[in-house]
């Protein structure tokens, strides 16, 4: 009984970590009125993007390494900027380039 108990109590912890992990996979930070630097501390490569806002489009800086499963840094761009958002890659490994399907 003692093992069941102990069982439980981890799979518990293991649940809430998860979890965490999920909501928090992005930090974002307001550098200015229209600048975000949107951070994947959780990822393999501990990525960071930029998300640069103009009056009628949006640059988002690299993409990602796709590693979040649940979140989506292209519906966090577009909910940021409130304007058409374009994918700009500053080069083409995988952990700056693993979003760009959700792209068009």
Not at 49 to 60: N, T
Not at 78 to 104: C, E, K, M, Q, R
Request: hydrophobic content about 40%; some cysteine.
């Amino acid at each position: 009984m003692k093992h069941l108990i102990l069982i439980c109590i981890l799979f518990c912890c293991l649940g809430f970590a998860c979890h965490q992990k999920k909501e928090e996979w992005f930090r974002i930070e307001k550098l200015d009125n229209r600048t975000y630097r949107i951070s994947e501390e959780q990822s393999s490569q501990g990525n960071i993007s930029y998300l640069i806002i103009g009056d009628k489009e949006a640059i988002l800086f690299d993409s990602g390494s796709r590693e979040n499963k649940v979140g989506s840094i292209k519906a966090l761009a577009d909910s940021l900027a409130g304007v058409p958002v374009t994918l700009l890659h500053s080069h083409f490994h995988f952990d700056y380039i693993g979003n760009s399907a959700d792209f068009s």
